[in-house]
């Protein structure tokens, strides 16, 4: 029997490229959270001596320290929740799932946004300096500029640039019309399995007469 209204069932390159695109960048997004939390200890300790040329106070110091090392794992955190979501949305979008599709769209559109702000924060933070009520707080924010690695700010701005433009590749792959007959396909209902005995129950032989 055919059915006219069923999608081939060979899987569309666009679905699977799609998915490749939010599997790399989950794998980027625990790379970026390990490489965060390995860099923090020297970004404190580089803070920490660029601070003693100031008249920071001790307890100002720490408070600017207990901040950064806060953010950072909660930001390492976030970025792994995030990594296994896009991985959950991949495995969804590869089972013909319409609903993984319609997620897929929503986070995109949310990470999109996201990594336009971010390389706009990036880039209004390497302009100009950072200002607080206290002066002497944002002197010291002011410091984790240069107390980051080298490479740290450039990977933040690529890692941003390749964040929105994954989003984006990945919306309009899933938008292609070979994605959208993937997800619209039909798939045949099994026909119920008919009794043993058919509809009627077994006839059973009389008891023997005594």
Do not use: H, K
Request: charged share 10%; proline share 10%; with cysteine.
């Amino acid at each position: 029997m055919s059915y006219p209204d069923q999608a081939p069932a060979r899987r569309p390159a666009a679905v699977t490229l799609a998915a490749a695109v939010l599997g790399l960048m989950a794998l980027a997004a625990g790379a970026y959270a390990v490489a965060a939390l390995l860099a923090l200890g020297g970004t404190v300790d580089r803070l920490r001596s660029a601070a003693a040329a100031t008249g920071a106070r001790p307890d100002e110091v720490d408070g600017v320290v207990t901040l950064l090392r806060v953010t950072t794992i909660l930001s390492a955190v976030l970025t792994v929740l995030v990594g296994l979501l896009l991985i959950g949305l991949a495995a969804g979008l590869l089972a013909g799932r319409r609903g993984a599709r319609v997620a897929t769209w929503v986070v995109a559109g949310v990470g999109l946004l996201c990594g336009c702000g971010a390389l706009a924060a990036l880039v209004g933070q390497r302009a100009g300096p950072l200002r607080t009520g206290e002066q002497t707080t944002a002197e010291l924010l002011g410091l984790l500029g240069d107390a980051y690695p080298s490479w740290w700010i450039p990977l933040n701005g690529a890692l941003s640039v390749g964040q929105s433009l994954g989003y984006l590749v990945v919306a309009v792959l899933l938008a292609l019309p070979a994605a959208s007959g993937w997800f619209g396909r039909t798939r045949p209902t099994p026909a119920p399995t008919p009794p043993p005995y058919g509809p009627y129950p077994p006839l059973q032989a009389p008891p023997p007469s005594r």
